[in-house]
């Protein structure tokens, strides 16, 4: 392989693996941010349905939650932790 190959394929495998790890939020302490069971009410009143079936920490310290819209599909959505605002949603094939 070239070097110009070499250089090209490093690239597009740090794109993608900044696309998978999500979003990054924010640095403030865990003490600003919206608790769980407040995120998973905020949650569900957006229109997700109730089975939210996993909650945590992103790496890119963002609410986590994994769970189904209101098409049922199955959903990766990532919330600011003190907004709670959406920073990003997957829906899961």
């Known amino acids: 392989m ?5 250089l090209l394929t490093a690239a597009l495998l740090s ?5 998978i790890a999500g979003p990054t939020c ?3 302490p865990q ?3 919206i608790s769980e ?5 905020r949650f569900q009143a957006m229109g997700y349905k109730d089975d939210v079936k996993k909650l945590h920490v ?6 986590e939650i994994y769970g189904t819209d209101k ?3 199955k959903v990766e959505v990532y919330f600011h932790p003190i907004t709670g ?3 990003e949603e997957n829906v899961k094939k």
């Open 58 to 63: 992103s790496k890119g310290k963002c609410w």
């Open 37 to 41: 069971a407040e995120m998973t009410k």
């Open 71 to 73: 098409q049922g599909r």
């Open 15 to 19: 794109a993608t693996g900044a696309a």
């Open 26 to 28: 924010t640095e403030e």
């Open 85 to 87: 605002a959406i920073a």
């Open 31 to 33: 003490s600003k941010w």
């Open 2 to 6: 070239n070097i110009r190959t070499t």
